[in-house]
């Protein structure tokens, strides 16, 4: 399983990356837009092509998502080329994102869009994340249609089904990977019971019809969720840093450096003056 970083902050990739941990990096233009503010705020300046080819030239070799923002196909085509052709050859690691249906309102006529340019970068050579994906019809057409990487979106699919029963409830709270029942009926949307479960789905899809694209758990909201997907077999799960930082700490393990420092002896300690 791969871990891929879900950020577009440079200290928080350095980091990561320095951890030996990060296979990849996503991004996103609401995350590029916090993290411009942020080296802003700190009196940097630089321009956005300059920014995003530090980002590349930070990550070495590990593939890095960067997003389209129209949402017509000729749009996303043509943004997609620009970015696989403008900032590909820093470190021949760009992946270039497409939402797998690009509609701002029920039928206005985008809907496939995103399937259409999807495999239209695709038969071009350029690899393509499908991202917003919030069934597995949705994962098995963008795999289809010839996506490298498709990105189900765990966390987004807890809120929705939290929100379709009136639960309150905060950004990263543990929302169960077998489901949540009120008045012992399983809240569940089109037979999904939870991101977890959707991100399963997907895996199986395809596993089972041996399609050539990996799946990416998105949208990871805590450390245990992050073990739930393990274990559907994910091929790879992009985590915030916040998470990712979350995920190493333990009060046994704390407890047992304390007491195995306490418990040195000085013969031991000789050997490593």
């Not at 990849?24 to 705020?41: D, H, R």
């Not at 990871?220 to 985590?239: D, K």
């Amino acid at each position: 399983m791969k871990i891929f970083i879900d950020t577009a902050k440079l200290s928080e990739i350095e980091e990561a990356i320095s951890w030996g941990i990060v296979d990849g990096v996503t991004t996103n233009p609401s995350l590029i837009k916090k993290a411009v503010n942020f080296y802003k705020e700190k009196g940097e300046t630089f321009s956005m092509g300059g920014y995003i080819e530090r980002l590349l030239s930070v990550c070495g070799d590990r593939p890095v998502s960067l997003e389209v923002i129209s949402s017509d196909f000729e749009s996303m085509v043509r943004e997609g080329k620009f970015l696989y052709e403008r900032f590909n050859s820093i470190n021949d690691n760009v992946v270039i994102k497409i939402p797998v249906s690009p509609s701002m309102k029920e039928e206005d006529g985008r809907e496939f869009d995103g399937l259409k340019a999807i495999k239209k970068l695709s038969d071009d050579g350029i690899p393509v994340n499908a991202t917003l994906i919030m069934t597995p019809n949705q994962a098995l057409l963008a795999a289809k249609a010839g996506a490298r990487y498709i990105s189900p979106f765990a966390g987004r699919i807890d809120d929705y089904l939290r929100k379709s029963i009136g639960i309150t409830f905060e950004k990263g709270d543990y929302f169960p990977g077998e489901g949540l029942s009120v008045n012992e009926i399983l809240i569940e949307d089109d037979g999904v019971v939870s991101g977890v479960d959707l991100v399963a789905r997907s895996v199986d899809i395809i596993e089972t019809y041996g399609f050539e694209c990996e799946v990416i758990a998105a949208s990871v909201r805590n450390r245990v969720q992050v073990i739930e997907l393990l274990e559907t077999g994910v091929h790879i799960a992009t985590i915030p840093f916040h998470v990712l930082k979350d995920m190493i700490g333990h009060e046994k393990t704390l407890e047992g450096m304390k007491k195995f420092t306490k418990d040195i002896v000085p013969e031991y300690k000789d050997l490593f003056k």
